[in-house]
């Protein structure tokens, strides 16, 4: 009977996974290896997270009956989940893997002569995808949303959208003035994590993140009650505050689940027919559960699809030309005295983690203003997110954040001043700048910076017809106005650089 190796990554933790053929035919290979580790700086609590779900799913995989080969952390062991195939190669015929996540491994592999099947926890196929796609000048997730909430069936009443409509998402952005949010489960350490957390603090101990105070799940069963906590306790009030940001209440209404959606853990179509199921039985309303829908059936569907459409050409994309590094304060909080800013690379730090509205619209939306090379930027949400696959995380840096595609992915760049931070939370109320300032040692650093793009972009966006409002804003200000927001600007640069600043008008702006 022939054999054959089936290789498992860390981020296909699943029971049905498509590599995973009859325990009597397949053996199944995982290894922690320092190229995955260290190819970018990834968060200590993200190693542990991948280490720890690999060792117990080796475990569930030995209880099934599959014989594993497994490889942990040896600094003298394989350097590369390619060495660790070549150990094992000689005793079967075949080596197979599912699709990657990423491409730069997913080549790797492929040239090694490991054959590749189709992963099937997706919900779109690639080909469909690629049929959808193509001939279309521009891929807007909302048509895709509305053709896959049609396929699944979710959230409909025959052809038509549940509540008249198919996107809510008018509805969710109000501020939250509430008790504090109760946050994600938390999990107790076990014996596992325990020997991962000693690997990972000798190994990875410079990397950029806190190690102490781990409390992620690591497997199906405690992803599967983490869901359940935000089930009951937090997806009726996630639609609304979804975008809201909140001094001492990191958390909100977030469901905490992507890390371990991202590695196999949960199943997407699961958690959008249960988080539909609440809404059927009257207990979260139509807004929260069509948002959380949203995310996964048709935002990370969408996602996935445009990375394997658009790849390898897409990582080299920089529509803006930006070019300038992350200042420091991106890895050390106490570099900034922008509060929203040390508050999001805080929990960062802390978490490995932070919700969509700080990665977009305070990391994001910064980086965008300044200049920041998209190439820098991904790097960085790769490291430092628990639940950042390539996949899914550097379409959302290059199309969403960074607006490095050219509008292939968003329709105009999500670009903002500091009066959008205050609207949408109370950082500013905790913060030595103030929003309502464009000019002066207490202007929100966001505002001029915010004006130098509108300018430094005028030829690329003054007819976009979402934008022509604020070029003729713009245009209308006085030259001594515009003069002042860019010295503004600049000094703010320079700072963030450390570099001399340069004079600065003392003109008071309203």
């Not at 779900?53 to 350097?79: C, I, S």
């Not at 409002?469 to 713009?474: H, Q």
């Not at 245009?475 to 004079?503: H, N, S, V």
Request: one cysteine or more; charged letters at 25%.
């Amino acid at each position: 009977m022939s054999r054959t190796l089936a290789l498992v990554l860390g981020d296909q933790l699943s029971d049905d996974l498509s590599v995973l053929g009859l325990p009597e035919q397949t053996d199944v290979l995982m290894a922690e290896v320092a190229e995955e580790a260290t190819y970018v700086g990834h968060h200590p609590k993200k190693i542990t997270l991948i280490f720890s779900a690999m060792r117990h799913f080796a475990e569930r995989l030995r209880a099934r009956g599959y014989r594993v080969h497994y490889h942990a952390f040896d600094p003298a062991g394989p350097a590369s989940i390619v060495d660790a195939i070549e150990q094992h190669r000689g005793e079967y015929d075949r080596v197979q893997m599912t699709q990657c996540g990423e491409y730069r491994l997913h080549q790797q592999l492929v040239q090694a002569g490991v054959e590749c099947l189709a992963d099937r926890r997706f919900l779109s196929d690639l080909d469909d995808f690629r049929a959808w796609a193509d001939g279309r000048k521009q891929l807007r997730m909302e048509f895709f949303y509305r053709e896959m909430r049609k396929r699944y069936g979710l959230l409909m009443e025959g052809d038509q959208p549940t509540g008249g409509k198919w996107n809510f998402d008018a509805d969710n952005r109000e501020k939250y003035t509430g008790a504090p949010s109760q946050g994600p489960h938390r999990f107790a350490i076990d014996a596992i994590t325990d020997q991962v957390l000693e690997v990972v603090g000798t190994h990875f101990s410079g990397h950029f993140g806190e190690l102490d105070g781990f409390w992620f799940g690591v497997t199906a069963e405690q992803a599967e009650v983490a869901f359940e906590h935000f089930i009951q306790t937090q997806l009726p009030d996630f639609g609304r505050y979804q975008d809201a940001m909140r001094q001492d209440d990191d958390w909100l209404f977030h469901s905490a689940i992507s890390m371990y959606l991202n590695i196999g853990l949960l199943s997407p179509l699961d958690l959008c027919r249960r988080a539909e199921m609440e809404y059927r039985a009257g207990r979260a309303p139509l807004n929260a559960v069509e948002g959380f829908i949203r995310q996964i059936l048709g935002w990370r569907e969408y996602v996935r699809g445009i990375y394997w459409l658009c790849m390898p050409e897409y990582a080299d994309m920089n529509g803006l030309n930006a070019e300038r590094p992350l200042p420091d304060f991106y890895w050390d909080e106490s570099k900034t005295d922008m509060n929203c800013v040390k508050q999001a690379v805080r929990l960062t730090r802390q978490e490995a983690w932070s919700h969509h509205i700080l990665r977009l619209m305070v990391t994001g939306n910064l980086a965008l203003l300044l200049g920041v090379a998209p190439k820098y930027l991904a790097e960085w949400y790769l490291a430092v997110y628990a639940d950042a696959f390539e996949w899914v995380e550097l379409p959302n840096v290059l199309g969403m954040v960074a607006h490095a595609d050219g509008g292939y992915l968003g329709s105009k760049p999500y670009a903002a001043s500091g009066k959008y931070i205050a609207r949408q939370g109370d950082y500013c109320d905790h913060c030595r700048f103030s929003p309502k300032q464009d000019v002066g040692p207490k202007a929100c650093p966001l505002n001029a910076l915010y004006w130098d793009f509108i300018d430094r972009h005028q030829a690329q966006f003054e007819r976009h017809p979402r934008m022509a409002m604020i070029y003729r804003t713009w245009g209308r200000m006085k030259p001594e106005k515009r003069e002042a927001l860019l010295a503004q600007a600049a000094q703010t640069i320079a700072g963030f650089y450390g570099q001399a600043d340069p004079a600065i008008p003392t003109l008071e702006l309203t």
